[in-house]
């Protein structure tokens, strides 16, 4: 079975924080991708990563870093935490897609909370 | 910008009965489709998924793909009250980027 864990199930902070999220997957996956998800907004993803120290911006890159130096694990960085930061945040891991496709497999989910 | 589009719902059924849930979307060259349940307050679980056009059956779930018509669905026989869920369709586009492109999900309601 994938697994996939996030380090914490909930977190608050307070406006102005440095936070950083950490995801890991066990399954040898190339890609790696996190996604905040607000009620009535579904998913949305904030960057994407194929590779040991490769990122690409996804739809909401805009307050957020991330960092990849092994492929297992991939963090997400809030450089000054915000109240509009406040969500749920979901890490997933995939094999690149082939013709049969391999999908997605998400963590539990970080619930963040700025205050 | 390519899309996948689900009525948000709620859809509401009665326990016992079959629910349609539906997902279209607009890329042609679209080549694998899944379905996931998340529970409220859980991460997205993977429950279904169909790459050639047709039906897929799971025990009580059942994958229908028609690309011709670019719509996918996803069909629960004998609901039952844990499956009140939101259910997202997700899709890869062509292009082979690696990225899914979910739909808002529709949730689904079922009422004992």
């Known amino acids: 079975d994938v697994k996939v864990t996030q380090s914490s199930r909930y977190l608050v902070k307070r406006t102005g924080e440095k936070v950083f999220l950490e995801c890991v997957q066990d399954m040898d996956h190339e890609n790696m991708f996190w996604y905040r998800q607000d009620p009535g907004l579904g998913l949305r993803l904030i960057y994407f990563s194929y590779d040991v120290k490769m990122k690409e911006k996804g739809d909401i890159p805009e307050g957020y870093s991330v960092s990849r130096e092994k492929k297992e694990r991939f963090s997400l960085i809030l450089e000054s935490a915000s109240t509009n930061q406040t969500s749920m945040y979901l890490c997933?891991?995939?094999?690149?897609?082939?013709?049969?496709?391999?999908?997605?497999?998400f963590g539990p989910g970080t619930r963040l909370t700025v205050l | 910008q390519k899309e996948v589009e689900q009525n948000s719902g709620p859809l509401s059924v009665p326990e016992g009965a079959i629910a349609s849930l539906n997902c279209t979307y607009s890329?042609?060259?679209?080549?694998?489709f899944f379905w996931y349940r998340q529970y409220s307050g859980k991460s997205p679980e993977l429950i279904m998924s169909?790459?050639?056009?047709g039906d897929k059956e799971d025990g009580r779930f059942t994958a229908q793909l028609n690309k011709a018509s670019q719509y996918v669905s996803l069909l629960i026989r004998d609901s039952q009250p844990s499956d009140s869920a939101t259910y997202l369709c997700?899709?890869?586009?062509?292009?082979?980027?690696?990225?899914?492109?979910f739909g808002q999900g529709t949730t689904l309601q079922v009422k004992p």
């Open positions: 890329d042609r060259g679209s080549q694998s």
């Open positions: 169909i790459y050639s056009n």
């Open positions: 997700a899709v890869y586009p062509s292009g082979n980027t690696g990225k899914l492109i």
């Open positions: 997933a891991s995939s094999s690149p897609p082939l013709l049969a496709g391999d999908t997605q497999y």
